[in-house]
């Protein structure tokens, strides 16, 4: 299958008229050196033109492959025509009245959509945020509520945020919490599925070591709720072992205890399906969503059982611009162009591509411990030859080098040695194949 045409009417190509970064994006990094807080970092300094397709078009001319869509964001493809024209119309007609004033309609049909998506058949109901971290905070507050509990159970290299609840619950120190706590107290973390690094152990039995840290540490009666990644996003692209995920969900259950799924970097279709909880069948108590629902613009949610998401207070969710209605129309128009574009199945032939790459790059290449992920969301994990020790040098010069042949590349992971791809469901084939012969030129180079 080859890529619909939402190229944004940009040349699908990947060429370079300057070094990188060009003189222009070295003027305007100067500028953002005098003028942006030190504290926002930059992994790949070209400042933006415009982008579409599977391509980031800088402000000297060179012309990118996107292979991260700004962190798993514009999955539908960056300024999607379906996206741009809803937001654009929204626009004109109104920008804002606050939901909690005087609603309307579009943000109760992203409400219906991610209700009609998510899985499970049961009666659900959604709320609507502006950040992942803001969703993650109001599963909590929605879970506490619902408990009267106030334990949170997190897993080790989670990731959920950067707000004080969501740092705490975040398990890597570098970046992200160095110097930032206290913390939010009541957050407990118990061990995860790494199938790469847990030896002979499956997932049943990992599971089994998290509940039973549950039981002996918290409490299960305490505790209001599970937290997961379904694939580990920032920790490190990790696909649990089959059974660990079932295994903590019905521990939940028969506890008490809400389930539940932070999809915000793996929902909507990143993964080959909506939501990566279905490659194990799992039907969360609560699920939170962001970066690809609305196709760049800033909207999250949390949807899930009605009994649940009715418990609070009325009045007890919200904030001035939860829900934006330029932010629901772009939702609106990014799940119409997944739904009428077989975005899932796009995700799958991604997948079917790269995968015989990567392995083809790890025959010869003993650096590559694993090699990992589903659809749209795959990474290597990238080792000293013959031992599992993250090799997070090699991961930084084979980014570099990615980045000045014109690939747009992110690393992750706790060890930060696991290299990512999150191509844009609009890259077509030829560039996605261009970005791997690039990335196996890297390694020649690198390793
Ligand atoms: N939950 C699973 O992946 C965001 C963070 C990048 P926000 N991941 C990218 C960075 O360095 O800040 C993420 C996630 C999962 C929650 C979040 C948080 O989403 O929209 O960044 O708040």
Not at 139 to 145: D, E, G, H, I, Q
Not at 168 to 195: C, D, H, L, Q, W
Not at 423 to 439: F, G
């Amino acid at each position: 299958m080859t890529a619909v045409s939402v190229d944004n009417g940009i040349s699908q190509q990947r060429r370079l008229v300057t070094s990188i970064p060009g003189p222009v994006s070295t003027a305007l990094l100067a500028r953002k050196d005098g003028a942006v807080s030190a504290g926002v970092g930059i992994t790949l300094p070209v400042f933006v033109d415009k982008a579409g397709g599977g391509v980031i078009v800088d402000v000297d001319g060179n012309s990118l492959i996107d292979m991260g869509s700004g962190i798993a964001v514009t999955t539908a493809g960056n300024a999607n025509p379906y996206v741009a024209d809803a937001v654009a119309a929204q626009a004109h007609a109104f920008t804002h009245t606050c939901f909690m004033v005087t609603p309307y309609a579009g943000y109760v049909e992203v409400c219906e959509a991610l209700n009609r998506l998510t899985p499970g058949d049961h009666p659900k109901r959604s709320a609507l945020f502006n950040s992942g971290a803001e969703a993650v905070e109001n599963a909590v507050k929605v879970a506490r509520s619902f408990t009267r509990r106030q334990a949170i159970v997190v897993l080790e290299h989670g990731y959920h945020g950067r707000t004080n609840l969501t740092m705490g619950m975040t398990a890597k120190n570098m970046p992200y919490k160095n110097g930032f706590g206290p913390f939010a107290p009541e957050i407990y973390r118990v061990p995860t599925s790494y199938p790469f690094r847990d030896g002979p152990h499956g997932g049943k039995e990992v599971a089994l070591w998290a509940t039973t840290r549950i039981e002996k540490e918290i409490g299960g009666h305490n505790v209001a709720a599970i937290i997961v990644e379904p694939i580990q996003g920032e920790g490190g692209f990790i696909v649990p072992a089959p059974g660990y995920l079932t295994a903590l969900a019905e521990y939940a259950a028969a506890n008490g205890i809400v389930f539940v799924a932070d999809e915000i970097q793996s929902g909507f279709c990143r993964s080959g399906d909506w939501f990566a909880s279905e490659h194990e069948n799992i039907v969360p108590d609560l699920i939170t969503t962001a970066k690809g629902i609305a196709g760049g613009m800033p909207l999250s949610g949390l949807t899930g059982r009605a009994d649940i998401m009715d418990a609070v207070h009325a009045g007890g969710l919200g904030g001035t611009y939860g829900g934006n209605p330029v932010a629901c129309a772009g939702a609106l128009g990014a799940i119409r162009w997944m739904e009428e574009n077989d975005a899932c199945g796009r995700a799958r032939a991604i997948e079917s591509i790269m995968v015989p790459r990567l392995r083809d790059i790890q025959a010869n290449l003993p650096h590559v411990g694993d090699i990992r992920g589903r659809g749209a969301m795959l990474a290597i994990e990238l080792v000293e030859p013959g031992t599992t020790n993250p090799n997070g040098t090699l991961a930084a010069d084979l980014n570099k080098f990615c980045h000045r042949n014109g690939v747009v590349t992110l690393t992750t992971g706790t060890y930060g040695n696991v290299f990512r791809f999150l191509p844009p469901l609009t890259m077509p084939d030829h560039l996605l194949e261009e970005a791997l012969s690039v990335l196996q030129q890297g390694f020649e180079e690198c390793a």
